[in-house]
């Protein structure tokens, strides 16, 4: 079996040219929201009467939907942005000095900042479903807002979002699984960042010493630090293209799901 943990990139089907985020919120029923949720936050902290007395008194009278829809697009938004965070600490890894100071390798650093995108690839997921519970004002509270009792809300079910979620799910679920690992297990199971930190940090121990001469000539040249560092920029590059490759399935999924909003009942009308 192969060994996994940084994992192979998700396939995305038809995609031609990179999507940034700005275009995957390129979405009118999105938009439609978005200014309803300015508007009420122009209300309520600037205190602005708006021109329209019947766009401003429906505003007032749907006020709580429009703040929680906003606050949970907001957030959801926010942590795909995250994601482009820790490719920045992946292609910049601190000084070795730094890095033994804290008793780190570049393998370990990698390492945590993977789990950190693993994290907000799941938290989108979950995200998703407190936007689909307001959206289509399904009622659950936040601690039993889950897809079991989403899809019992009949418009809901019925709904493209559903179809979005369910397709998110479906090609993010390796992600989803490795982070589940990691969170309630304390490891993700054979991972490659693993296997290869256990391997080099072995090495590195037995540099200098009598174990190390008495290994074959062979193996001490596949050790030697030159190649120990084509090995790990190697890798640096793959967990980055994985990263690259991911991050296109989720802004392809948020371009979908905030399409899908235009099914959703528009506050104000």
């Known amino acids: 079996m192969r060994a996994r943990g940084h994992i192979s990139a998700p396939s995305i089907m038809g995609q031609k040219k990179t999507l940034t985020l700005n275009e995957a919120l390129d979405v009118v029923a999105y938009h439609e929201r978005?200014?309803?949720?300015?508007?009420?936050?122009?209300?309520?902290?600037?205190?602005?009467?708006?021109?329209d007395e019947k766009r401003a008194e429906a505003?007032?009278?749907?006020?709580?939907?429009?703040?929680?829809?906003?606050?949970?697009?907001?957030s959801l938004i926010l942590t795909i942005d995250g994601m482009r965070v820790v490719k920045a600490f992946i292609r910049r890894v601190p000084p070795k000095s730094y890095l033994a100071r804290h008793e780190m390798n570049a393998i370990k650093y990698w390492a945590y900042q993977y789990e950190t995108f693993l994290h907000r690839v799941s938290t989108v997921r979950d995200l998703m479903q407190l936007v689909a519970n307001e959206a289509f004002q399904v009622g659950l509270t936040t601690v039993n807002c889950n897809w079991k009792n989403?899809?019992?809300?009949?418009?809901?079910?019925?709904?493209?979002?559903?179809?979005?979620?369910?397709?998110?799910?479906?090609?993010?679920?390796?992600?989803?699984?490795?982070?589940?690992?990691?969170?309630?297990e304390g490891e993700m199971k054979r991972s490659r960042m693993g296997y290869l930190d256990a391997e080099i940090s072995t090495?590195?121990?037995?540099?200098?010493?009598d174990r190390f001469s008495a290994l074959p000539e062979d193996i001490q040249?596949?050790?030697?630090?030159?190649?120990?560092?084509?090995?790990?920029?190697?890798?640096?590059q793959e967990l980055l293209d994985e990263i690259d490759a991911t991050e296109q399935v989720v802004?392809?999924?948020?371009?979908?799901?905030?399409?899908?909003?235009?099914?959703?009942a528009r506050f104000p009308k």
């Open 221 to 236: 040249r596949y050790y030697h630090p030159v190649h120990v560092k084509y090995r790990l920029r190697k890798f640096k």
């Open 203 to 209: 090495i590195e121990r037995m540099r200098g010493t």
């Open 34 to 51: 978005n200014d309803d949720h300015l508007d009420w936050m122009q209300m309520r902290v600037q205190g602005k009467v708006l021109d």
């Open 150 to 184: 989403l899809e019992k809300s009949p418009t809901f079910s019925k709904s493209k979002m559903r179809g979005v979620m369910e397709s998110f799910h479906t090609e993010l679920s390796t992600h989803i699984e490795l982070r589940n690992q990691f969170a309630h």
């Open 59 to 74: 505003i007032l009278t749907n006020q709580r939907h429009i703040e929680e829809l906003g606050s949970r697009l907001n």
């Open 251 to 264: 802004l392809s999924h948020l371009k979908r799901f905030l399409e899908s909003l235009s099914e959703t």
